[in-house]
């Protein structure tokens, strides 16, 4: 009797073990889902508000222009038509807030109720004229004629540099300096913080007495629990003046900020997996390069590091991952400037920081908000990028020693 109830315990235990497995796995999938239908959703989209038309007189003979070119036309750095395959004539913008300016209150109704009227009117005698307006004030028989603006694409969304998310009348949806500045500083705080974190991790495995690596081992994991929010006030209030003052800048908030914090941040991980990896290496191997003649350090550069590269590596790769993935950090120490960036003394916007800067203002639905949840779906590709690395590098090394 007892051993059936212990059976039956058993078999308990394994099912809510099965049950809980398979949830987390089916909740995970489901975010994965989640966010790349969300993400995907920006690419049905045309990059212009929701309820809002751009039109021309309808004998221009401009069709289609690109967003690029639409921004410049309202910034008013493209003046004339000619410049965009039109006829050579001055390019006249026109707002809905304009309407004041060729019409008077009692013209547009009390109610305003001839709005759509006058809107048409003015489309009609103005040749050169480009429209922004609500089109619930497009007449029935409107005299003006649309321009085809095309939806969102892939390519350009990867490709393009500028990234105006809110920008009027046409949004400017370019990841790439958010992506350049995301790797800029990841790559940055690799290149801090990979000499200090193997250097730190010989010493603790090879070097440091049994009482002094009790004693630092958990102080440096400790390291990885602080939060990170911490980190960005450290940055701010000390790494962020030194920059400045060191180099002359106006201002502190650098891709070099953001990597120093974030190789401060990396290097818990780097330490603890290169010092394990460390330990690992076979007892007899160092004997047997000690006895052979050779010295501590070319035992440590010849036998150890060689043996436990795989783990050095892998330390290396999640010390990136973290660095990518990190959010209110590089937040508080990079400038926020969504450029693509030409030293690490520019300031630089990275994907993460982004996405939690903007994400509470964008509007659930609409156009900035699926665009945030694709750039998601690009950090997510990067991550799990960098984790099938580490499995690759580990499951290579691993066949090696078999």
Request: glycine share 8%; with cysteine.
């Amino acid at each position: 009797m007892k051993t059936n109830l212990k059976q039956i315990k058993e078999k308990v235990i394994e099912s809510i073990l099965m049950l809980s497995s398979a949830a987390t796995s089916i909740t995970v999938i489901l975010i994965v889902f989640f966010l790349f239908i969300e993400g995907a959703g920006v690419f049905s989209k045309k990059p212009i508000e929701d309820g809002f038309l751009l039109a021309v007189a309808a004998d221009n003979p401009v069709k289609k222009l690109e967003p690029s070119q639409i921004k410049d036309i309202f910034d008013q750095k493209i003046k004339n038509w000619k410049e965009v395959g039109g006829k050579d004539e001055a390019i006249v913008l026109f707002r809905t807030s304009d309407i004041s300016q060729y019409y008077t209150d009692e013209e547009l109704g009390e109610n305003f109720e001839y709005f759509p009227a006058k809107i048409n009117e003015l489309i009609a005698k103005t040749p050169g004229i480009v429209a922004f307006f609500s089109d619930k004030y497009k007449a029935k028989d409107f005299k003006g004629r649309e321009l085809d603006i095309d939806r969102i694409k892939v390519f350009e969304f990867l490709s393009g540099e500028e990234w105006f998310p809110t920008a009027q009348p046409i949004a400017q949806m370019g990841v790439k300096p958010l992506i350049y500045g995301t790797l800029w500083v990841s790559f940055g705080a690799i290149l801090l913080a990979l000499p200090i974190g193997l250097a730190a991790a010989i010493y603790l495995s090879e070097i440091a007495k049994k009482r002094t690596r009790s004693l630092l081992k958990p102080l440096i994991e400790l390291l990885a629990g602080i939060p990170s929010v911490v980190y960005g006030f450290f940055g701010l209030v000390v790494i962020v003046p030194l920059i400045q003052s060191l180099f002359n800048l106006p201002v502190g908030e650098t891709a070099l900020a953001g990597s120093v914090v974030l190789a401060i941040m990396a290097l818990p991980t780097i330490i603890t997996i290169s010092e394990d990896a460390m330990r690992n290496t076979p007892r007899a191997m160092k004997e047997a390069s000690l006895a052979l003649g050779a010295s501590q350090w070319q035992t440590i550069y010849k036998v150890v590091i060689p043996y436990s590269a795989s783990g050095i590596t892998a330390g290396a790769i999640l010390g990136i991952g973290r660095a990518i993935g990190e959010t209110m950090a590089v937040l508080m120490v990079t400038g926020n400037a969504a450029v693509i960036p030409k030293s690490f003394l520019a300031p630089v916007r990275t994907i993460p920081a982004t996405i939690a800067a903007e994400l509470g203002e964008a509007p659930n639905g609409g156009l900035h908000y699926e665009a945030l949840f694709a750039l998601g779906c690009i950090l997510f590709l990067i991550t799990f990028g960098i984790n099938m690395l580490v499995e690759m590098v580990t499951n290579k090394q691993s066949h090696k020693k078999h």
